[in-house]
């Protein structure tokens, strides 16, 4: 496992690194699958809209767009609106988009690889000042463990024993890995992990380095990586609250724990501007965002998807049936903001996710 792990390291701090580099650009005009304005747009009988989505979200994706293709036809005499997608790790998809896949909406896990495709010059609008700030709904980082929980795992500290086989995605592609780790992060620096002080970036490091001494598998995407868990590999899978739902919805034998202190996953999307006006399908885009604000959408987040209320409230209440209350549910903004994470405490050179993969593998 050790030698896995130094690969893993490896690759993440290369690929965070071209992140860094990516977004160090000052000519948004040189980055790489820039995509031409047209000078004269004319929109296409049936318009095409490409949307790139993380993993996770397939299933309630797909209902969305039925939906808001049978509103559309209604209210505009029968036009018909196509659309073309693609579902991966959250962190691939923004790096494919980057890279000239010719995307018209991006469908994230979190708001750093938005900002990748932005800083690229893709993206010319500021997608926080889209309605709800961007974001269509969230989640919770939760832990889904074998039938009857034989390991009794109740909080991260538990994750943190020896012997526990843990999986977890790569936060190299995955954006779902990167909520898995600061979920943790988040949880000792607000003191709710037994065994480790608050308020403690060295014991906040030290729980990250217990946790992945204890990865066994780092799959490229969220959705590998619970499609892993229930092939009967591994103890417990950290992952998305809605895909253990999605799980026990079809059949499935998973079995949830919420930890007492967890980070609110809040998923974002947004037009990207020059392929969307390259494509002539921009108005078409920006409706699209702006029905997945809208209450019909937010029913089908919540039903089809398994999603939490946009509204931090709202969502940790849950509705004490399909969502129960979380005791202490927290954002980004919480403790730092993602520029902070993902720069400095968590991701960067020096961060205490970076120091503690390197100590995890020997």
């Given at each position: 496992m050790?030698?896995?792990?130094?690969f893993r390291l490896s690759i993440v701090l290369a690929v965070f690194g071209l992140l860094a580099v990516a977004c160090s650009s000052d000519d948004p005009g040189t980055a790489s699958g820039t995509s031409p304005v047209a000078a004269d747009c004319t929109p296409a009988e049936s318009p095409i809209v490409t949307v790139t989505a993380y993993s996770n979200v397939y299933d309630v994706y797909g209902k969305l767009i039925s939906t808001f293709q049978s509103d559309w036809k209604e209210s505009h005499n029968d036009q018909q609106i196509q659309f073309s997608t693609s579902f991966g790790g959250s962190t691939t998809q923004a790096q494919n988009v980057?890279?000239?896949?010719?995307?018209?909406?991006?469908?994230?896990s979190l708001y750093p690889d938005i900002q990748l495709i932005e800083d690229a010059g893709l993206i010319s609008h500021d997608p926080t000042q889209d309605p709800e700030g961007g974001i269509v709904a969230s989640s919770a980082v939760v832990f889904d463990v074998?039938?009857?929980n034989p390991l009794n795992i109740d909080n991260w500290d538990d994750l943190a024993k020896p012997g526990v086989e843990i999986l977890t995605p790569d936060p190299a592609s995955s954006g779902g890995a990167r909520w898995n780790i600061v979920?943790?992060?988040?949880?000792a620096m607000r003191g709710e992990v037994p065994g480790y002080p608050a308020n403690d970036p060295a014991a906040a490091q030290q729980l990250l380095t217990d946790i992945f001494?204890?990865?066994?598998?780092?799959?490229k995407s969220a959705n590998d990586s619970i499609k892993n868990f229930q092939a009967g590999n591994g103890d417990v899978a950290i992952t998305y609250e809605y895909a253990v739902l999605a799980a026990q919805n079809s059949g499935l034998e998973d079995e949830m724990v919420i930890p007492p202190s967890t980070v609110a996953i809040e998923t974002p999307v947004s037009v990207i501007d020059a392929n969307a006006e390259a494509h002539c399908v921009q108005d078409v885009a920006a409706a699209f965002v702006d029905f997945l604000h809208s209450d019909e959408a937010k029913e089908l987040f919540l039903t089809v998807g398994f999603e939490r209320s946009v509204d931090l409230k709202?969502?940790?209440?849950g509705d004490d049936g399909a969502y129960q209350p979380i005791d202490d549910l927290f954002t980004t903004d919480d403790i730092g903001g993602w520029d902070e994470l993902q720069n400095d405490t968590v991701f960067g050179p020096d961060g205490a996710f970076t120091k503690a993969l390197a100590a995890a593998q020997g």
């Open positions: 050790r030698s896995r792990l130094a980057i890279a000239g896949f010719p995307a018209d909406v991006a469908a994230l074998r039938p009857g979920a943790a992060y988040g949880a001494e204890n990865v066994t598998v780092m799959d709202a969502a940790q209440a």
